[in-house]
């Protein structure tokens, strides 16, 4: 019975008498009785397994793929090189977890180092982490740094920021005595002069580039105004493509820079596993969450890879730990070190432009429909927001029908902006569905 789960009803009471309670059910007495399940689980019958492999096929086949999506939003649609699926599944990667052992892990250390090292490059950063689960942890991981930096406890945020990345920060904040203050829109879409928001009690300013209304914010002046008072300036980037063509974070101010990287050769996989990226300056290495992969030399001057740091409470003592982050996604990040690899500086540039591109002409030709007007005039990513003459659900529903995803309607975040559809393209949407998209936009326009 050693290492079979499943103990002897002699053994569970002698276990329970140890921690002194009568009955499995003493254990969740701390849940309240309404929150129990009160019945047996409704479950069907045993299955044999061709019967589960035939279950599971009908249900993925359920899946439709659209004939065109405008979604984006946090998540994007962008070029996979085949040679990513090829290297990945090779069983030395895909089966590996953490690298404690450099000796048999030189490899996985090796690509890691790769990744930062990309990392640093894309976001003008002097020193990257092995990554961490999502863009969202990533942001909020940032602000807890910056308040351990500058024992300050007042984080300006801007109101661009993702909402889903704002809730996640608010959830850390909570708990550790974080004031959060939100630094509103101008009327173009990106962030208002934050000066008047930023004193001597505020550890940083929180700003996303694009924002989630796909702007491009004016990073040299908010970091100007955070550093006027000793503050951080900490930028979040979703969509992590722009960065082939933006000017990095770093090289305008920036103190932390971190996001999402699922636009690195990382499949949508409705919604996950992603990868967060976590860049700082190097004066700040110490207190960044998460692991760090550095090179080293042996005796005989050979080079090798190794955890040089893993600021975590199973390596160093609770109080002094950086971040309860137990694990990373260290396969994502093996997957987006191989498509920045494989496009290159310019291959990555390129793409990017297209992106540009792509997003001016549906822009214009939203722009000109009866009844649409765009609500934003800041440059642009690859993203903007329409103003539509019905709900924008209404679009959404109505062309979901059609196998099109048409957007984001802002209401699921926003509820009085009911007739707002956020809108993106990529290099994978061609100007044949962005004409398509149009005309039948057209449908609901006024004269």
């Known amino acids: 019975m050693r290492y079979i789960p499943n103990a002897t009803p002699e053994e569970q009471a002698a276990m329970l008498a140890s921690i002194g309670v009568s009955t499995i059910a003493d254990l969740f007495r701390g849940i309240p009785e309404d929150l129990k399940l009160q019945r047996r689980l409704n479950l069907p019958p045993m299955a044999s397994e061709a019967e589960l492999t035939t279950l599971f096929e009908s249900l993925a086949g359920q899946n439709v793929l659209p004939q065109a999506s405008f979604l984006g939003a946090g998540v994007y649609d962008h070029v996979r090189p085949l040679i990513i699926d090829t290297l990945v599944s090779r069983a030395e990667f895909y089966t590996s977890y953490t690298p404690y052992q450099p000796e048999i892990n030189q490899g996985t250390l090796q690509a890691i180092f790769e990744y930062q090292t990309f990392i640093c490059q894309l976001t003008g950063m002097d020193v990257s982490n092995a990554s961490m689960y999502d863009g969202a942890t990533a942001l909020a991981e940032a602000m807890l740094m910056a308040v351990r930096l500058t024992n300050r406890f007042r984080v300006v945020m801007a109101a661009g920021i993702h909402p889903e990345y704002r809730a996640v920060c608010e959830t850390y904040a909570r708990r550790a005595g974080i004031e959060l203050v939100t630094a509103p829109l101008a009327p173009d879409g990106t962030t208002a002069p934050v000066t008047a928001l930023v004193n001597d009690a505020t550890a940083c300013v929180v700003v996303q580039s694009p924002n989630f209304f796909g702007c491009l914010e004016d990073v040299a002046g908010i970091a100007g105004a955070a550093q006027a008072r000793q503050a951080l300036t900490v930028v979040t980037v979703v969509e992590a493509l722009s960065l082939g063509l933006v000017v990095p ?28 990226f976590f860049a700082a300056r190097e004066p700040f290495a110490r207190q960044m969450p998460g692991r760090l992969i550095g090179q080293a030399y042996d005796a005989e001057g050979n080079r090798g890879f190794v955890i040089t740091l893993a600021t975590r409470e199973q390596h160093i003592r609770r109080e002094r730990a950086t971040s309860n982050i137990c694990s990373n996604e260290g396969l994502c990040a093996l997957i987006a070190a191989i498509f920045l690899a494989t496009v290159g500086r310019r291959g990555l540039q390129e793409l990017a432009v297209r992106n540009v591109q792509k997003a001016a002409y549906l822009k214009q030709a939203l722009a000109t429909l009866p009844g649409f007007e765009l609500v934003y005039r800041a440059p642009i990513f690859n993203e903007f927001v329409v103003r539509t003459p019905v709900p924008a659900t209404q679009i959404v529903d109505d062309l979901l029908a059609e196998n099109i995803l048409a957007g984001l309607p802002l209401s699921r975040y926003f509820p009085e902006r009911t007739h707002e559809l956020l809108v993106c393209t990529t290099e994978n949407t061609p100007r044949t569905a962005m004409d398509d998209f149009a005309a039948k936009l057209a449908r609901y326009g006024v004269g």
């Open 249 to 276: 974070p770093g090289a305008v101010g920036a103190d932390l820079v971190v996001g999402e990287g699922q636009s690195f050769g990382i499949p949508p996989s409705f919604g996950g596993p992603h990868l967060g």
